[in-house]
């Protein structure tokens, strides 16, 4: 397998997994009763950590070998580029706002934890679309 080949089939998985996350996963929580609400989001934080963590070391592996590969081609610098987008994201607001959420307690979450959530998540669509676009390219 070549650098550019891993990161063409990082970027494919990493899209699948984040749309799925933004068309299925994020409006079943948002649509979760308040009373629900903690059992629930338990729930899916302790099932998307065994697909999150691999799946980013994967990306992030693929990303590296292309840098380190090189030549750095712009279509390269773009896929990988959107993939750290997409990471900076998620750390920096997505997953904050599931640590808030999981406290949300009996009164359920607020919704503007949840709209920030979902902001972070269509940001986070948009990056994998465009690292998917540039490695096609690459």
Request: hydrophobic share 60%; with cysteine; aromatic share 6%.
């Amino acid at each position: 397998m070549t650098p550019e080949t891993a990161l063409l089939v990082a970027s494919g998985l990493h899209l699948g997994f984040q749309a799925v996350v933004t068309v299925v996963v994020y409006p079943a929580l948002a649509a979760t009763r308040a009373a629900d609400w903690d059992a629930v989001h338990a729930a899916h934080s302790r099932r998307i950590s065994v697909v999150v963590g691999p799946l980013y070391l994967a990306v992030a592996a693929a990303c590296l070998w292309v840098l380190a590969a090189g030549p750095h081609s712009a279509p390269a610098i773009v896929a990988v580029s959107g993939h750290a987008v997409a990471a900076c994201v998620t750390a920096a607001f997505a997953a904050p706002s599931h640590g808030r959420l999981g406290r949300a307690g009996a009164a359920g979450p607020e919704r503007s934890e949840i709209v920030r959530l979902q902001w972070a998540d269509r940001v986070r669509l948009l990056a994998t679309v465009v690292a998917l676009a540039a490695a096609l390219l690459v």
